[in-house]
């Protein structure tokens, strides 16, 4: 499979003006931007910015993908709507990163799988679309996204057994569906996922009556300066309003301190994904028996079958009646019958050992010697 990379780049806060559009043009002869997007495909060459700068000056939300297992997530926030400590606590180094430029602070999360395993790029094509509200979490401060990125950097950077996670975010149990995609796309132990949401609170939800008292506390100069902003079409408003609301409510968003390390974390999985197999093979054996059962009420029936089959002397009938003779040759350990199943067999060999891709079939499976 020949190279491919992909680059999609989106516009939250606001679209893009006809100088930027064709600012963006002049990267790829290919690009057609929209006034809230951009999408570079390359099968051979490479993007002719530093990804990061164009996200910084165009646009809110990067997606870069390339089909040998490289994943690159961006998102760019306005400084004053992001508490820098609080989500620094999630930053794994080269992996999970956040950095400031001018007014912004950029959130850059980088995996590279690398192993050789190409993927059809028409699966993974348009992928940004269902993360972006992601960034919108972030400012709401739910921090789900960064801790489940922290989970996906444990086996990259062979975190030390004795390293305590990060403080566990509310929600991990319900998780949304954009949430869902980046665990599926960026490849996230799901039993790790699960062992994680044991210890995540609910999300606390202001009712109606906690923000009404929560208004009735901001002050009139606060009221005018929500206002001005409103008028002038200042980009997230309700974001920054909702948060200095929750703030007068005392409703935060709930998060568990760290108390499990890497080490408990990752025997825990290891011991849920052994129940899970249990489980999926009781499951198995338990279907296996209940169509054993079901051959068994029908088992002369299925001896005549054979024998209409291979008298048919083709190869698809010959296929079918060697897939019934295994069925019943398991119905013969289950009920303890095996020599009378092996007497059958030696009947069919004398009757038919003239028919040479019948025995080849029989011998393949060991039905026959």
Same mark, same amino acid.
Request: hydrophobic share 45%; with cysteine; net charge negative.
């Given at each position: 499979?020949?190279? $491919?990379?992909?680059?999609?780049?989106?516009?939250?806060?606001?679209?893009?003006?006809?100088?930027?559009?064709?600012?963006?043009?002049?990267?790829?002869?290919?690009?057609?931007?929209?006034?809230?997007?951009?999408?570079?495909?390359?099968?051979? +060459?490479?993007?002719?910015?530093?990804?990061? =700068?164009?996200?910084?000056? $165009?646009? =809110?939300?990067?997606?870069?993908?390339?089909?040998?297992?490289?994943? /690159?997530?961006?998102?760019?926030?306005?400084?004053?709507?992001?508490?820098?400590?609080?989500?620094?606590?999630?930053?794994?180094?080269?992996?999970?990163?956040?950095?400031?430029? +001018?007014? $912004?602070?950029?959130?850059?999360?980088?995996?590279?799988?690398?192993? +050789?395993?190409?993927?059809?790029?028409?699966?993974?094509?348009?992928?940004?679309?269902?993360?972006?509200?992601?960034?919108?979490?972030?400012? /709401?401060?739910?921090?789900?996204?960064? $801790?489940?990125?922290?989970?996906? !950097?444990?086996?990259?950077? =062979?975190?030390?057994?004795?390293?305590?996670?990060?403080?566990?975010?509310? +929600?991990?149990?319900?998780?949304?569906?954009?949430?869902?995609?980046?665990?599926?796309?960026?490849?996230?132990?799901?039993?790790?996922?699960?062992?994680?949401?044991?210890?995540?609170?609910?999300?606390?939800?202001?009712?109606?009556?906690?923000?009404?008292?929560?208004?009735?506390?901001?002050?009139?100069?606060?009221?005018?300066?929500?206002?001005?902003?409103?008028?002038?079409?200042?980009?997230?408003?309700?974001?920054?309003?909702? /948060?200095?609301?929750?703030?007068?409510?005392?409703?935060?968003?709930?998060?568990?301190?760290?108390?499990?390390?890497?080490?408990?974390?990752?025997?825990?999985?290891?011991?849920?994904?052994?129940?899970?197999?249990?489980?999926?093979?009781?499951?198995?054996?338990?279907?296996?028996?209940? !169509?054993?059962?079901?051959?068994?009420?029908?088992?002369?029936? !299925?001896?005549?079958?054979?024998?209409?089959?291979?008298?048919?002397?083709?190869?698809?009938?010959?296929?079918?009646?060697?897939?019934?003779?295994?069925?019943? /040759?398991?119905?013969?350990?289950?009920?303890?019958?095996?020599?009378?199943?092996?007497?059958?067999?030696?009947?069919?060999?004398?009757?038919?050992?003239?028919?040479?891709?019948?025995?080849?079939?029989?011998?393949?499976?060991?039905?026959?010697?």
């Amino acid at each position: 499979m020949s190279e $491919y990379q992909v680059y999609e780049f989106q516009a939250v806060d606001r679209p893009l003006n006809d100088e930027e559009i064709t600012a963006i043009r002049k990267l790829s002869s290919r690009v057609r931007p929209t006034r809230t997007s951009a999408t570079f495909v390359y099968h051979w +060459g490479d993007f002719p910015r530093k990804p990061r =700068d164009v996200l910084v000056q $165009y646009f =809110d939300a990067m997606l870069y993908l390339a089909n040998w297992g490289a994943k /690159r997530l961006m998102f760019r926030f306005p400084k004053h709507l992001i508490e820098l400590e609080e989500v620094r606590r999630y930053q794994v180094e080269e992996l999970i990163m956040f950095s400031t430029a +001018g007014e $912004y602070v950029v959130l850059d999360i980088h995996f590279s799988e690398e192993d +050789g395993e190409y993927w059809d790029q028409v699966e993974r094509e348009g992928s940004l679309s269902s993360l972006v509200r992601l960034r919108e979490d972030i400012l /709401r401060q739910d921090y789900r996204l960064l $801790y489940l990125a922290w989970l996906k !950097a444990i086996p990259y950077e =062979d975190i030390a057994p004795e390293v305590y996670e990060p403080p566990v975010p509310a +929600g991990l149990q319900q998780l949304s569906a954009a949430l869902q995609d980046f665990i599926e796309l960026f490849e996230i132990d799901e039993m790790l996922v699960q062992v994680a949401a044991e210890a995540s609170p609910t999300i606390q939800r202001p009712v109606e009556e906690q923000v009404y008292q929560a208004v009735r506390q901001l002050s009139r100069a606060e009221c005018d300066d929500f206002l001005i902003r409103l008028a002038k079409g200042e980009a997230n408003l309700p974001l920054a309003l909702n /948060r200095r609301l929750r703030e007068l409510a005392g409703i935060g968003q709930a998060a568990a301190p760290s108390r499990r390390t890497v080490g408990q974390l990752l025997a825990a999985a290891e011991e849920r994904r052994g129940q899970e197999a249990k489980r999926l093979a009781a499951e198995v054996e338990a279907q296996r028996l209940k !169509a054993l059962e079901a051959l068994a009420r029908r088992e002369a029936e !299925a001896w005549r079958q054979v024998g209409a089959l291979i008298q048919e002397g083709k190869a698809r009938p010959y296929d079918e009646a060697v897939e019934l003779l295994k069925q019943l /040759r398991d119905l013969a350990v289950h009920q303890g019958k095996e020599a009378a199943f092996r007497e059958r067999m030696s009947r069919i060999f004398e009757a038919h050992s003239r028919r040479p891709a019948l025995m080849a079939r029989l011998r393949k499976v060991g039905l026959v010697r």
